[in-house]
Nanobody, 123 residues
Framework: QVQLVESGGGLVQAGGSLRLSCVAS????????MSWFRQSPGKERELVST????????YYADSVQGRFTIIRDDAKNAVYLQMLNLKPDDTAVYLC????????????????WGQGTQVTVSS
């Protein structure tokens, strides 16, 4: 049974930091491209960041460029999202996604999804 479990979300003031974790079981993440998405009420799910493999060049949405960092740890079968200088607009449910052959913005292209972790940034 494949599971991706996110953690690390919470309530933080604007300017604060959070580190999100996505830990997998039943699948070896090193063989998958990994992405972080986020979704807030009334908005479409947004691709935040992608790292195809450890050492690859990461993709970041313009809205988070320079503030967020995606990190993979193959030994721990995990991927992380380090979020700095958080803004109220970053408030969303953050989800990790694994794609064996896909790594873009189309949701149906991914093979596995976590259930998400809530990030709330207050002003």
């Amino acid at each position: 049974q494949v599971q991706l479990v996110e953690s690390g979300g919470g309530l933080v003031q604007a300017g604060g930091s959070l580190r999100l974790s996505c830990v997998a079981s039943g699948v070896t993440l090193s063989t998958y491209a990994m992405s972080w998405f986020r979704q807030s009420p009334g908005k479409e799910r947004e691709l935040v960041s992608t790292l195809r493999w450890t050492g690859a060049t990461a993709y970041y949405a313009d809205s988070v460029q320079g503030r967020f960092t995606i990190i993979r740890d193959d030994a721990k079968n995990a991927v992380y999202l380090q979020m700095l200088n958080l803004k109220p607009d970053d408030t969303a449910v953050y989800l990790c996604a694994a794609g064996l052959t896909y790594y873009g913005e189309i949701l149906s292209g991914y093979d596995y999804w976590g259930q998400g972790t809530q990030v709330t940034v207050s002003s």
